[in-house]
């Protein structure tokens, strides 16, 4: 049960009071009375505007289902976009403008590179993320089947020379392809050295070459006769030859390389939203200490390894000196945002003075805010942003107007921490159809703070469902990959931001590769995000990051962007097109395959939520594939299956018999999981079982799709029988 403390008209949640008073606060200059008049005065002027934003959805919810539904048999697309203009749905293109945000750091504006996301309630987690900054691509490579086990070469038992050998073979031909010899190759270089500034590489036959281009070399670390270390850099990142002839790799290697050590995840976004499960002030705090942790440098972890407990903790910086010989130094972490969540959800940490309890997206915003104050604070060596800035990613907004409540929320926010104007920056999602229809506009409404637009393929399908109801039973999820509205998405995110100027001044985003164990295939197919345009690309590991970042030094996305800014085109037919099919397009087989699929993924992903309070895992699916899930994940199954339902593809009695013979599926793949709660012994009263039904049958009915509702109402449920059983 809450405890909470009467502060003026507010009732807050003790333990986020004792938060803020003992850790928050501390050192800040702000003082805990006027802080808390502050928030009350904020959450008393937004919460109305917010109200009715939210009700505005729902308003053109109602419509677009009374449009869909009397136009079912008879759609005219002339007839459908003059209808969404009228009802505001669509708006018209604002005219030409370019952003003006300022004080933003490189790893941004300038550095193209992989981005992780990661939940900031595992501090374990967290600081792994921050510390992907850097990473070893021989790790990467041996550790995933980006190098296959063919010819002897197997990843099981100790360490496999035949595999080792493989690695290496394919680092040096990535030296090969990012720092190129002068008629030579990294493969037969014996020494590295510096002499002159220059870099200076002998080879097998005693010749020597240097680098095709003197400029990549950006340094060094130890003698200049043996360097430990030699760092080159190419396409705005660095990687680092890691020389050590006394090192198990090293002594084998003719140069005495032991690593390639890659910049790879250049930002992370620590989540709020999405991978994480905070349902009150207990969670939240977590929440909230964790990204005070990163801000202030001071987050560790500690964890059991071979019968040892081992203390993580944030890398310092990296030390090198130039070409010439002087001293410098770079980032050894990533530049971080923090994701809070969207405008619809509320929170029991804080009531307000009519006993509601407050949008969780406000306390976010402030809380986030103030942790980040800290960052700033720290003049000679800032935890994160050397320019300034604290970076947050709001997502789940609705259209302009939206983004423009986000930015008067951010003000105020400002105004409440002693934050000069725009020290707040935005990092806008593109993943609700509203927006991404109006998203020169949504952009425009935030255009002083935002470093930051990203495509989030699974949030946006679901909404593309649910938005879309009525209309006729959706394609298969497979297939909607290859819609025609989903192309014309991705290509109108970049071409969007392009024509806003945000090139060499924000980050235009791509989405999650989702399967952390597909190392080969991401290699192969991930760097088609970047072709589009886009500076970075959403990776689920560190390992993920350091390969994904080969894709960086193999495309150059400054000419990409470039060539985009001449091929600016308009895109919103097609994203308007719904992707229905007529009823009777798949066989009972094709059907019952799709119905299983969804409930499998749905089961696996809630039963972890609502009973142990994990929001992100990589979870089985029916093939037994591990799978990234999250809240976007869930919101696309839950609604496909509503929409079925509510077409007649699938019964409600077909769905619930698929269910429960998943749920026995999920449970057999959880078996050796620590803490899992069965839920085939008992499906009535199974509360993860519940909620699960509840999101499919429901699930119609639910605010925009979203799965939030009854996933927080379900591991509250949970949480109280936990405790009454402890």
């Keep these: 049960m809450a405890n909470y403390r009467k502060i003026g008209h507010l009732q807050v949640d003790e333990a986020l009071h004792q938060f803020l008073q003992k850790e928050a606060l501390t050192g800040?200059?702000?003082?805990?009375?006027?802080f808390w008049n502050g928030l009350e005065k904020l959450i008393e002027e937004l919460t109305p505007e917010n109200k009715k934003l939210l009700?505005?959805?729902?308003?053109?919810?109602?419509?677009?289902?009374?449009?869909?539904s009397e136009h079912r048999d008879g759609f005219s697309f002339e007839a459908y976009k003059r209808f969404l203009l009228d009802i505001g749905y669509l708006q018209p293109e604002p005219g030409e403008f370019q952003i003006s945000t300022k004080n933003v750091d490189d790893e941004i504006a300038l550095q193209?590179?992989?981005?992780?996301?990661?939940?900031?309630?595992?501090s374990r987690y967290s600081i792994n993320a921050a510390n992907a900054r850097w990473g070893s691509l021989y790790d990467a490579l041996y550790g995933t089947d980006a190098i296959s086990v063919e010819d002897g070469a197997e990843r099981s038992g100790g360490y496999n020379p035949v595999r080792g050998y493989k690695v290496i073979d394919f680092a040096k031909g990535f030296l090969d392809q990012a720092a190129a010899l002068d008629g030579a190759s990294h493969k037969e270089a014996v020494r590295y050295s510096v002499k002159e500034g220059s870099l200076v590489i002998t080879l097998k036959d005693g010749s020597s070459s240097k680098l095709k281009n003197p400029e990549a070399f950006?340094?060094?670390?130890?003698?200049?006769?043996?360097?430990?270390?030699?760092?080159?850099?190419?396409?705005?990142?660095?990687?680092?030859?890691?020389?050590?002839r006394a090192s198990d790799i090293g002594k084998s290697d003719p140069a005495g390389i032991k690593d390639i050590l890659m910049e790879a995840a250049v930002t992370v976004i620590m989540d709020c939203e999405d991978s994480v499960a905070a349902v009150d002030a207990e969670d939240k705090v977590l929440v909230y200490r964790n990204w005070l942790g990163l801000m202030k440098g001071e987050l560790s972890a500690d964890f059991s390894k071979g019968g040892k407990i081992i203390t993580r903790k944030l890398n310092g910086v990296r030390h090198y000196h130039d070409p010439e010989g002087n001293h410098f130094s770079l980032p050894g972490r990533s530049l971080l945002f923090v994701r809070n969540v969207g405008h619809l959800m509320t929170n029991p940490a804080v009531l307000d003075k009519e006993g509601n309890e407050v949008h969780e997206g406000i306390l976010d915003a402030v809380f986030t805010g103030l942790a980040g104050k800290h960052s700033l604070l720290q003049k000679e060596d800032p935890s994160n942003s050397r320019k300034g800035s604290i970076y947050i990613v709001k997502p789940k907004m609705h259209g302009p107007e939206?983004?423009?409540?986000?930015?008067?929320?951010?003000?105020?926010?400002?105004?409440?921490?002693?934050?000069?104007?725009?020290?707040?920056?935005?990092?806008?999602?593109?993943?609700?159809?509203?927006?991404?229809?109006?998203?020169?506009?949504c952009i425009r409404a935030v255009k002083d703070r935002i470093v930051f637009i990203n495509t989030g393929f699974l949030d946006r399908t679901g909404d593309e469902i649910h938005?879309?109801?009525e209309a006729g039973p959706m394609v298969r999820k497979g297939e909607?990959?290859?819609?025609?509205?989903l192309q014309a998405y991705e290509e109108s995110n970049v071409s969007a931001g392009l024509s806003a100027g945000f090139s060499g001044r924000a980050q235009i985003g791509k989405g999650m590769w989702a399967m952390p164990d597909k190392m080969k295939?991401?290699?192969?197919?991930?760097?088609?995000?970047?072709?589009?345009?886009?500076?970075?690309?959403?990776?689920?590991?560190?390992?993920a990051a350091v390969l994904h970042a080969l894709h960086y030094h193999q495309i150059n996305v400054k000419e990409i962007q470039q060539k985009g800014l001449q091929l600016q085109a308009q895109y919103r037919d097609e994203m308007l097109s719904i992707p229905v099919v007529p009823h009777g397009s798949w066989s009972p087989e094709e059907i019952q395959q799709e119905i299983e699929n969804n409930a499998q993924g749905i089961l696996g992903y809630v039963v972890r939520w609502v009973e142990q309070g994990i929001g992100c895992s990589k979870v089985p699916d029916i093939h037994d594939v591990g799978l990234m899930e999250d809240r976007a994940t869930l919101r696309i199954s839950s609604q496909h299956l509503a929409n079925w339902i509510h077409h007649d593809v699938a019964s409600k009695e077909q769905v619930m018999d698929a269910l429960q013979k998943m749920a026995r599926v999920v449970d057999a793949q959880n078996e050796n999981e620590p803490g899992y709660k069965r839920m085939s012994d008992d499906f009535s009263t199974s509360v993860a079982f519940q909620a699960a039904c509840e999101l499919i049958f429901e699930g119609k009915s639910q605010p925009n799709g979203y799965t939030e509702p009854i996933l927080h109402k379900r591991r509250l449920e949970a949480k109280s029988k936990q405790a009454v059983r402890h």
Excluded: C
């Design 28 to 34: 800040t200059g702000l003082e805990e009375k006027a």
């Design 55 to 68: 009700a505005k959805r729902e308003e053109l919810q109602r419509v677009l289902d009374q449009f869909h």
């Design 112 to 122: 193209a590179g992989p981005q992780l996301v990661v939940p900031v309630n595992n």
């Design 218 to 244: 950006a340094g060094y670390r130890g003698d200049t006769d043996l360097p430990d270390a030699v760092l080159l850099k190419h396409h705005g990142l660095h990687f680092e030859i890691q020389i050590d």
């Design 402 to 441: 939206e983004a423009a409540f986000a930015g008067k929320l951010f003000d105020r926010t400002e105004d409440l921490l002693g934050l000069e104007r725009n020290t707040l920056k935005i990092g806008l999602m593109d993943e609700e159809r509203r927006t991404s229809l109006n998203l020169k506009g």
């Design 467 to 469: 938005s879309s109801m």
């Design 480 to 485: 909607m990959k290859k819609s025609s509205w």
């Design 521 to 543: 295939e991401m290699l192969e197919q991930k760097g088609a995000q970047l072709m589009t345009g886009a500076n970075t690309a959403w990776v689920p590991s560190p390992s």
